[in-house]
């Protein structure tokens, strides 16, 4: 494999590994955005007073709802007043922004897959047919081309017992003997 193909694989199994983070990354998020519409629908259906708020880490505070209006913030710094199902609508547009998200991130990493196998396998086959051009070695007296496994006889095709020897020789080396 030449230097440049090895480089490219390098530089994708990178990109790999930076998708697979930002992969972690949305399906974190994706989570949080699950166990926040848990918590949006607990509001929402709850008839008591209280629930216990997470404060995050597995830690829960019991609060006290005064009112059922949440303080959303809604970008750069700003906060507004949304109910709770407008509230869900926003974390589901967000979900959705997640999945789509995910969707590429997993569509380039199939995309890297298969250039890298596709490399692979290009190698591959060189690698074989170097292997078969190495064994294939050409007895210039015969015009035949023999493979490790040649074993017929060329004495009866007019070669000289000189040109057996040196045939007998390439093919011990082909054979590693």
């Known amino acids: 494999m030449d230097q440049e193909a090895v480089m490219r694989i390098q530089m994708m199994e990178q990109e790999t590994n930076q998708l697979n983070e930002q992969l972690k990354m949305v399906d974190q998020n994706v989570v949080e955005m699950n166990d926040l519409k ?3 629908d607990e509001i929402d ?3 008591n007073k209280e629930i216990m708020a997470n ?4 830690i829960f505070i019991p609060v006290d709802i005064r009112e059922k209006s949440l303080i959303v913030e809604v970008g750069k ?4 007043k949304k109910s709770v199902p407008d509230t869900k609508k926003i974390v589901d547009e967000e979900g959705d922004k997640l ?3 995910k969707n590429q ?11 890298m196998n596709k490399m692979i396998m290009e190698f591959q086959k ?3 047919e170097a292997q078969m051009k190495n064994a294939g070695q050409e007895d210039e007296s015969t015009g035949h081309v023999h493979g490790p496994d040649c074993d017929h006889d060329h004495e009866d095709e007019g ?4 040109d057996k020897k040196k045939e007998d020789s390439i093919e011990d080396l082909a054979e590693g003997k």
Not at 77 to 80: A, P, Q
């Open 105 to 115: 991130i997993m569509g380039r990493l199939d995309e890297l897959q298969n250039e």
């Open 126 to 128: 060189a690698q074989m």
């Open 38 to 40: 848990a918590s949006l």
């Open 55 to 58: 404060l995050g880490k597995r």
């Open 45 to 47: 259906s709850n008839e």
């Open 159 to 162: 070669a000289s017992k000189e």
């Open 99 to 101: 999945v789509e998200a």
């Open 77 to 80: 710094g700003n906060f507004v």
